[in-house]
T-cell receptor, first 116, second 111 residues
Framework: GAGVSQSPRYKVAKRGQDVALRCDPI?????LFWYQQALGQGPEFLTY????????KSGLPSDRFFAERPEGSVSTLKIQRTQQEDSAVYLC??????????????FGQGTRLTVV | LAKTTQPISMDSYEGQEVNITCSHN???????ITWYQQFPSQGPRFIIQ???TKVTNEVASLFIPADRKSSTLSLPRVSLSDTAVYYC????????????FGSGTRLQVQP
């Protein structure tokens, strides 16, 4: 596709359930980011990949959160034993690897996770 | 990471020019200034980026003074569809530093 695709768009999980959120970045984009956005707040950084390498995971809130990008394209964000505070929109973004200047990041529409 | 400060909200009317100023006092030499727009239920969308002086595209203008400690996003003749949250980002090209969001400015355009 032409843009960043995320699935599912909406996910309702019972507390304690595991969930997996998928991101299909733009083909050829080297960098991939995951963000968590609570209602009324700006996106908060979770983790960053350069190709298949997870270079920064300092934003992951707990060890229940895990992200992977095994072949350097599709990425999955997994949340184990979901809690109510995990309810948020999870955004994925990708961008080409710029050299000497910033390059535009393209965001997906996000996955809205509701933990009940 | 360079911290940014921008107004929480702004109101305007259709047809007016809107200027949103962002402060970034500790911007680094390699940092660029980028603005994103976000509509409800959508991911942020790139608007404009600059390093110094003035940048203009079909959507907006970005004014950056010589000291680069602030920047102003200018939206000419806004319409109702410009109602959104606008984020100012400051960072270099490498990794996560390029995309650190603050709380943004919520712009409400009235008819």
């Amino acid at each position: 596709g032409a843009g960043v695709s995320q699935s599912p768009r909406y996910k309702v999980a019972k507390r304690g359930q595991d969930v997996a959120l998928r991101c299909d970045p733009i083909s050829g984009h080297v960098s991939l980011f995951w963000y968590q956005q609570a209602l009324g707040q700006g996106p908060e950084f979770l983790t960053y990949f350069q190709n298949e390498a997870q270079l920064d995971k300092s934003g992951l809130p707990s060890d229940r959160f895990f992200a992977e990008r095994p072949e350097g394209s599709v990425s999955t964000l997994k949340i184990q034993r979901t809690q109510q505070e995990d309810s948020a929109v999870y955004l994925c973004a990708s961008r080409t690897q710029g050299l000497g200047m910033n390059t535009e990041a393209f965001f997906g529409q996000g996955t809205r996770l509701t933990v009940v | 990471l360079a911290k940014t400060t921008q107004p929480i909200s702004m109101d305007s009317y259709e047809g007016q020019e809107v200027n949103i100023t962002c402060s970034h006092n500790n911007i680094a030499t390699n940092d660029y200034i980028t603005w994103y727009q976000q509509f409800p239920s959508q991911g942020p969308r790139f608007i404009i980026q600059g390093y110094k002086t003035k940048v203009t595209n079909e959507v907006a203008s970005l004014f950056i003074p010589a000291d680069r400690k602030s920047s102003t996003l200018s939206l000419p003749r806004v319409s109702l569809s410009d109602t959104a949250v606008y984020y100012c980002l400051v960072g270099a090209d490498t990794g996560r530093r390029a995309l650190t969001f603050g709380s943004g400015t919520r712009l409400q355009v009235q008819p």
